[in-house]
Nanobody, 115 residues
């Protein structure tokens, strides 16, 4: 069984920064893409950023230039550095990974950007 465990969410003021982490554990043979999605009440989950095992990245236009994804393959972990946060970034952030050819999701971590 594979698990994705997120950490690093919280409350931050506009303009501030947060760093999210997502660690994959379990019987891992291969990890292809990993990434982050976010969701607010009443809306569909949306892509924030993806990173492939070759470290190619795809960012949502709304976060380009502010968010940076990185990946540590030795630790099966991805990180999301979020800078210049805006109130509209408030959401539950979910880690996603394609592990052993299957899709896995983390439990979600709340990010709140507010005064």
């Amino acid at each position: 069984q594979v698990q994705l465990v997120e950490s690093g969410g919280g409350l931050v003021q506009p303009g501030g920064s947060l760093r999210l982490s997502c660690a994959a554990s379990g019987s891992i043979l291969s990890i292809y893409a990993m990434g982050w999605y976010r969701q607010t009440p009443g809306k569909q989950r949306e892509l924030v950023v993806l990173i492939s095992n070759a470290r190619s990245t795809t960012y949502a236009d709304s976060v380009k230039g502010r968010f940076t994804i990185s990946r540590d393959n030795a630790k099966n972990t991805v990180y999301l550095q979020m800078n210049s946060l805006k109130p509209e970034d408030t959401a539950v952030y979910y880690c996603h990974g394609v592990v052993n050819g299957e899709d896995y999701w983390g439990q979600g971590t709340q990010v709140t950007v507010s005064l």
